[in-house]
């Protein structure tokens, strides 16, 4: 029994993904198909063929329309079939779902629930993607479990001490807590001073003996939106001309057991590090160490639901449970009403 | 739940791929091993040892028998076990199906249901196969969906415009209408004279600024036996001096899932063409073209039933649909029975 | 519906698989860890992390606590959490099962059932994996299929005439009885004199027109550990100075339908064949004969059960038969209890 949320907006892609071709994806286990209209409105709709249930996604595209590339039946921006190859008539149900597409800060946000409950004003904020002061990576993972086990690792970052080594290693022990504003949780983190790591080197000024200084939260908002600000300073004036680091965090269900991974982040555009090694720095600890992991995890709980298995909870998890709790009310509210 | 016809011929080979080998295959979801006999005949029998449930098709022939490759008991032509190497006494329960099975116009046909009701005179005609007047190449493919996905496809050939520009793309606009004789289907198309394809241009004489007339028919017989009649003439004498090009699509299902797609082409023995070029172009349709959109098809549709998805039905449609409800009335008076 | 016999031994590991690393393995169907305490002694604990169901294969031994590598957690080898890396407090539930685990013979035996009633003095003799006299061989397979499929495979020897033709092919044609002494099953072979093999030629002195002697037991175990003794002799002096070729083949279910398939097989230590001979010959005899057949098999039965199937029953099954009865019976006693 498929439970997602549908009131809400879901990262369906980057910007610059979709382009002159049409971009095919899957969301909430529905398949759906992006595209630019004659204006380069991004433009979503369902991805599959009314009629004999072929790939939108492998059409082509006119303008507002995209044709199907089976038996060429054509669909407007509402999802409404306005063209038929042989002059024949189409029945009304021969029609495409038509989501509301909102591009903002780069990214392809979606709504896939009621249209007319589509509230613009509730996509988080990720404007520092277009800060001309940052250096901003991005990129996409594809990890293979269910979402809600991907945002467990972003509200609990201690798992960074034992399986990113490059942010701190057994040196990053943090002292960690945890708040509410509404619906939206936090995690916080101080960390007490500690010797550069491999990653705050590479974005700061030369320690010359000094040690890090590291304050950061993470936000989290339904159904799985994460904004991560990190700032850093010295020892030796902590908290003073901090170095910020905002990174993006933001995972779309492809099926209940497949998460679209989003990822981005900035350092000061002044920074050391290139956008090369920045990237391959993210990239390695998204795809090299939390993605196996996570695929190991989804493989032991071999289908199982997460909380008929009893987890042994740690004062740690309380954000990512807070983080399930919201969605598990949302999405009941949802049903109910 | 299986939903198969069992009385009916199904085409289980290509007469030349049963050689000296066993040829193991899988039929209505069933394991079946096909070898010739003493007398060269074609024997076809269940393909699973009822001891230990070996593949057969892995043993060992001898005559008209056919010895399990992991024990060594021997099955003759009517599936009786009448050999066990060690001189042991086999229950009589150790036998496994023999299945009628005729060879004609280079097609092993077997017959899956009541032994009693095989009736060769049901098999559908494709004597041209042997016509000396002809070229012909043939092969088989393997769709990864249900065998009525690509009955659709071939009872609509209106995809060829959209999916096969080899056929004339854009230019080639057919007429399209349907009949029915007792329980067979015919589509009928009749194409408006269009400038020559890169298939026309191979089989017939230069165009010498003429365009092509073509007009086909295809038909079906229960449970997708198809054949395609097309001739071909010049806009300058429509209907005259017909170049052929009959062609064979014969549909087998593997499983509920999975088709096996025999298909054949003829063209004038003196056509231009070489069965090479025929042969690729072929091949490409089936296997570049159609079986990718038909395994993206039934990607989309995930194990639910054609019907239970309401597809918008089109005009174009009526070959399918009534090829579809044809087998299932057949489906249920077996049933029934 | 797992139903595995849960009091007995399981053979995990061989002794030398377990070093300074974790191992992980997966045995009826529970993720398992093994490694070395701080006094060299194999401790076997359930191998899922009950925070975040980690796989405890992939973390870090100190002395005989093992961590797990996504958030830190240590377990001692009583299975209690005795370690959290930020000194929060692990509720009681933060535990994982220890498993009692013996090395015997080169073999890692563990207990899966109640750990009350793990008798050591319940484990079959293997000793001759130590014996002096003797060159052991040994190695893994995996065999996708029910493990019963590879005892019946096991329990009824007269398939090597068919399968593997090393041992004697066509030539090789025994006499097989059966017998019982409480649990445990003996299959008896006794051949008549048979040309030499390729394999009796490589560990007995030369042949000189000589004829092989040979007679062997196979001895069965729940739930599935067998013991081979084989002797081979001369025609013209035949049970005299006998040629023993002991070997084990022992059985444990990864899952419903796999098997770790551990095996070795001894041969006098002045024995012309080399261990790589030895070893090359064994592993082509079980990855390359045997598995391939076993997968066949279990393709055939598709998940069926194999008794729903109504196997027709050969008079050399009973090994095999016997076997699976004893089994049941012990499984149902077990859930009964």
Same mark, same amino acid.
């Not at 989003?262 to 002044?270: E, K, L, T, V, Y």
């Given at each position: 029994m498929s439970e997602f949320l549908k009131n809400c907006w879901y990262m369906a892609a980057w910007s610059d993904e979709i382009g002159d071709a049409p971009f095919g994806t899957r969301m909430l286990d529905q398949p759906v198909v992006l595209y630019r209209g004659s204006k380069g409105q991004v433009i979503a709709l369902g991805g599959m063929c009314p009629h004999r249930f072929a790939p939108l996604a492998k059409g082509k595209i006119t303008g507002d329309m995209i044709a199907c590339p089976y038996h060429g039946l054509g669909f407007d921006a509402s999802g409404t079939c306005v063209h038929s190859p042989f002059g024949i008539e189409v029945p009304p149900a021969g029609k495409v779902p038509a989501y509301p597409a909102i591009e903002r800060d780069d990214i392809v946000w979606v709504w896939m629930g009621d249209p007319d409950k589509a509230d613009a004003a509730a996509i988080p904020d990720f404007s520092y993607h277009v800060d001309p002061g940052l250096r901003v990576v991005r990129g996409r993972s594809f990890v293979p479990c269910h979402f809600e086990l991907v945002s467990d690792n972003l509200m609990d970052l201690t798992h960074a001490r034992f399986l990113h080594p490059i942010f701190g290693g057994d040196d990053w022990r943090p002292e960690v807590s945890f708040s509410q504003d509404g619906d939206t949780v936090f995690s916080h983190y101080v960390l007490p001073p500690y010797p550069p790591s491999p990653f705050s080197d590479a974005i700061m000024s030369p320690a010359n003996g000094r040690m890090v200084v590291e304050r950061e939260f993470m936000r989290w908002n339904a159904p799985a939106t994460m904004y991560l600000d990190i700032q850093f300073s010295w020892s030796d004036a902590p908290g003073e001309n901090e170095i910020p680091q905002p990174s993006t965090h933001i995972l779309t269900p492809e099926t209940e057991q497949a998460t #679209?991974?989003?990822?981005?982040? @900035?350092? &000061?555009?002044?920074?050391? =590090?290139?956008? *090369?090694? #920045? %990237?391959? @720095? %993210?990239?390695?600890?998204?795809? *090299?160490?939390?993605? &196996? =992991? %996570?695929?190991?995890?989804?493989? =032991? =709980?071999? @289908?199982?639901d997460f909380w008929d298995m009893q987890p042994a909870i740690l004062p740690f998890d309380q954000g990512g449970v807070r983080a399930r709790r919201i969605l598990r009310q949302k999405i009941r509210a949802e049903q109910d009403a």
């Open positions: #679209h991974y989003f990822w981005a982040s @900035g350092i &000061p555009a002044d920074a050391a =590090m290139t956008d *090369e090694e #920045h %990237l391959e @720095g %993210l990239r390695f600890a998204f795809d *090299e160490e939390d993605a &196996p =992991m %996570l695929e190991s995890v989804s493989a =032991m =709980m071999n @289908g199982r």
